[in-house]
């Protein structure tokens, strides 16, 4: 839920942006049309669990269609207890199982241009979410009184369809707004499908939610807040500024209210730098660096437009 506001460079300006457009496709597609340069192509990733890649085109002077996909994976060492089938009582518990989660989504967003003020997109996505969890452990014990544990993990995959309705509207030179309807069909994903118990407690979680933005432009700066609320009760803000220096260079950074994530970005022509912190939201310790800051929270990438 919380991704446009807490795992991104552009804190606080993804739900009515104006002058960085990286991230519109995912968050308000409908304010691309608004875009200073026809073509645009941007990517920004950790190089470990996390990666955002998207672009668009116009077809017109009133048409635009953007794409673009997001990636996310977490792993986890929990506690496991297994039950012998034939008998409740016989128990073995592994301290250290490894769990791990996938989770990405792929986006087209046609988007049209009302006229000077008003534009309104429409966003067509794909869903899917792969688990792995643990289902059974085999214990053998060979001729010579040695005993191996055989783990057979199994794996939930799930895909769905979903749609997003956005608008931007430009209340003044100065001051803009965006809305994006998220997720309408109702999806249900796995909130936490590594529940104690097994399999009928999975608990599922709707993924309705709508976002709201605004941007303020004063001379060098933008000033920008997106709030995001949730059909189960999540809720968020971040607020976000953003500083011109010189020419094609960009400083951004931003804080998310409830999660206390923030971000720290330069950007300079094409080319991009992040320091992003989570707060521990995801969770990844299969290959946790000595270094807290090379832990995902250093981020790179790209943003060509053209």
């Known amino acids: 839920f919380s991704s446009g506001l807490t795992h991104t460079a552009s804190t606080g300006f993804n739900f009515s942006p104006a002058r960085d457009m990286s991230e519109a496709v995912f968050w308000n597609p409908s304010a691309i049309v608004k875009s200073r340069t026809p073509y645009n192509i ?8 996390n990666a ?3 672009g668009y085109f116009r077809l017109n002077d009133r048409i635009f269609i953007g794409a673009g996909f997001i990636y996310t994976q977490q792993d986890e060492y929990r506690n496991t207890l297994f039950v012998k089938i034939s008998n409740e009582a016989n128990t ?14 792929a986006f087209l967003a046609p988007s049209f241009k009302v006229n000077d003020k008003l534009s309104i997109g429409l966003t067509v996505k794909s869903i899917w979410q792969n688990l792995r969890i643990p289902n059974l452990l085999q214990i ?10 055989t783990f057979t993990d199994s794996t939930v995959k799930k895909q769905k369809w979903d ?10 030179n100065a001051l803009q707004v965006g809305i994006n309807a998220m997720n309408l069909a109702g999806t249900k994903l796995y909130a936490d499908a590594f529940a104690a118990g097994g399999s009928n407690n999975y608990n599922m979680q709707n993924q309705r939610a709508v976002g709201l933005g605004g941007c303020y432009k004063w001379q060098r700066f933008n000033f920008g807040a997106d709030m995001i609320f949730t059909e189960d009760g999540f809720y968020d803000a971040a ?22 994530s923030y971000s720290i970005a330069f950007r300079i022509k094409h080319f991009r730098i992040a320091y992003i912190n989570d707060n521990d939201l995801m969770v990844n310790e299969k290959r946790k660096g000595k270094s807290g ?9 790209f943003i060509f437009d053209f």
Request: charge should be positive; hydrophobic fraction near 40%; aromatic fraction near 6%.
């Open 239 to 260: 607020l976000g500024v953003n500083y011109v220096p010189f020419n094609n260079a960009l400083l951004s950074a931003g804080l998310a209210v409830k999660q206390l």
């Open 163 to 172: 749609l997003d309705l956005s608008a931007s509207y430009k209340v003044s």
């Open 140 to 149: 053998t014990i060979d001729d010579n009184g040695s005993t191996a544990n």
């Open 92 to 105: 073995v518990q592994i301290d250290s199982f490894l769990v791990k989660l996938k989770e990405h989504s």
């Open 42 to 49: 941007s990517l920004l990733t950790n190089v470990k669990n």
């Open 52 to 54: 955002k890649l998207g």
């Open 293 to 301: 800051i090379l832990n995902g929270g250093l981020y790179g990438g």
